[in-house]
């Protein structure tokens, strides 16, 4: 097993580490004042940006050195997925982020899984265009946004629902991208 794939597989293995310390939460310390930091949430923090930083590196090294393997390819997209679909649905048990938003994103990573399957029948690889890369990064950086706020005791809703719904705007922009551009494969007149 080559360097991407052991660091999108320690993605993944990252993922429930992540999620008991996110859904733990309330060891808290005090910073200063009235600021409190929750430990926890703020491991949980840590563990997803290291996550999502093994994202951006696995793909560069695969890339750079010509390591790209079929595992990869199935795998790498995958973990995203899991990441972000845990991170979210964890997030509305939380009450941090409405449902709504939420079932749109889930809905957009489903189609995108769907359409991947349906076009590999004739051997396309659907690979994430610059839309899909920034919804991706956006999303990485909202959430890490909201669990900071969280972790440091601060709830504000509305600036967590500002961010989701970003998220699930360039989710859908992104969705209808790929769906456009692959369209002749899923067209039912044919």
Known sequence: MNLPNKLTLLR??????????????????NLF?????DINIFIALAIFGVASITDLIDGKIARKYNLITNFGKF???LADKMLVMATIVCF??????D???????????????????VVANDGVVVAAGIWGKLKTFV??????????AECLGFHFFIFNEILIWISAVLTVISGLQYLKAYWPYIDSSK
């Open 12 to 29: 993944v293995l990252l993922i429930p580490v992540f999620l008991v310390f996110l859904l733990i939460g309330g060891a808290q310390v």
């Open 33 to 37: 004042g009235d600021i409190k930091l």
């Open 75 to 77: 795998l790498d997209p």
């Open 92 to 97: 509305v048990a939380l009450g941090w982020i």
């Open 99 to 117: 449902a709504i938003a939420v079932v749109i994103i889930l809905a957009r990573e489903f189609m995108v899984s769907a359409l991947r399957l």
């Open 139 to 148: 999303t990485m950086i909202a959430l890490a946004l909201i669990m900071f």
